[in-house]
């Protein structure tokens, strides 16, 4: 598996973090991937820590009013972005079968992860 981007133009690493309910960090975080990917720009993202638990589905946001992000991560290959990377010690959180976008799942270590933030020219931390 290779974790270097394919495309000449700028790669673009999104770590994000943060839980998804927490604040509207991911949400923000995820608006930047889909503009850049409209932009044809080379977009990864990196999900670590609660932020995985953004993948489940059938959560109810509106009983805390807010907009459900699991739909945003569901159209991230529509972008394009087809390297959605979760921190493989999340696997714990969310199992590849439970997540609103299976088949996009890239489980990465640690070592991985360095490889990732190395290998790609913009990285950016939510």
Avoid: W
């Amino acid at each position: 598996m290779s974790l270097t981007p394919t495309k000449a133009d700028k790669s673009i690493l999104i770590i994000i973090s943060k839980s998804a309910y927490q604040s509207p960090t991911i949400k923000e975080a995820l608006d930047i991937a889909l503009t850049c990917a409209a932009f044809e720009q080379v977009i990864s993202v990196l999900l670590t820590d609660n932020s995985v638990l953004a993948l489940l589905p059938n959560q109810s946001p509106l009983a805390i009013g807010q907009k459900a992000i699991n739909k945003q991560l569901a159209a991230l290959p529509m972008y394009d972005i087809e390297s959605l990377y979760i921190e493989s010690h999340a696997e714990s959180h969310l199992a590849p079968h439970q997540s609103v976008i299976p088949n996009s799942l890239i489980y990465v270590d640690d070592k991985e992860i360095a490889d990732l933030i190395r290998s790609h020219d913009i990285v950016l931390r939510f």
